[in-house]
């Protein structure tokens, strides 16, 4: 069951196809941004994937988020999300990045539960 107060973290070192070079949203071999938005979507979505209905998904609809620290590659970085709010299929999620202790980035993440095969063919 989806409620509030779930928690996951997951932990990745950052490659060279992850810079911000790499994404073209700067010029740096660092992280980028692009990357750690990924990371956190990624976290989020895989607390609530267990306790999905077949046939359901996530996507996400807002990311409020503050890139905080700049990292090189190679540097191992943390996120943690919760689960703070579940407005039916509306979820809100709070999030932190770390890198050893120091936080790297902060975030407020919305995801809406979706059916998937609703969802698509209103692509066609």
Do not use: Q, W
Not at 38 to 63: C, N, R, W, Y
Not at 83 to 98: D, P, R, S, Y
């Amino acid at each position: 069951m989806i409620t509030e107060g779930l928690k996951l973290s997951h932990t990745k070192i950052v490659t060279p196809d992850e810079t911000a070079a790499k994404a073209a949203s700067g010029t740096l071999d660092v992280y980028g941004t692009p990357f750690l938005i990924a990371f956190m979507e990624k976290t989020s979505l895989d607390i609530v994937t267990p306790f999905l209905k077949e046939g359901e998904s996530t996507v996400g609809i807002s990311m409020n988020m503050k890139h905080l620290k700049a990292n090189k590659i190679g540097d191992e970085i943390t996120c943690e999300s919760e689960l703070i709010k579940v407005e039916g299929k509306k979820l809100t999620f709070k999030l932190k990045a770390t890198h050893d202790s120091t936080v790297i980035g902060e975030a407020i993440h919305e995801r809406f539960i979706v059916d998937v095969e609703r969802f698509l063919s209103k692509l066609k």
